[in-house]
């Protein structure tokens, strides 16, 4: 599999590792209440198809990148920075 790397270009994903849903990124407000915390760190959906993830460029430049990626196919169609991604959200 290969990631394209939004600093580095193309890398194999043995230099990145996968750490999640990039739900990850929208953290509750600090006064949301347990529920949404609770929700927060422990509830996962697995959906087929297209997902956003988090993955960290661990061996590379040690960005974290938010990737839209199909888990059937495992075929990556768009990669950009988190931190531009969690911009975008706002």
Sequence with gaps: MRIN????????SREFHYRGSAKLLDRPAPDAGAEAFYDYVYIRENPTGLNRELWFH???CRS???A?????????????LAVDAKRGAK
């Design 68 to 80: 839209e990626r199909n888990v059937t196919t495992h075929e990556f169609f768009k990669t950009e």
């Design 58 to 60: 661990d061996s590379g």
């Design 5 to 12: 790397c939004p600093i580095c270009g193309e890398r194999d």
């Design 64 to 66: 974290w990148i938010v």
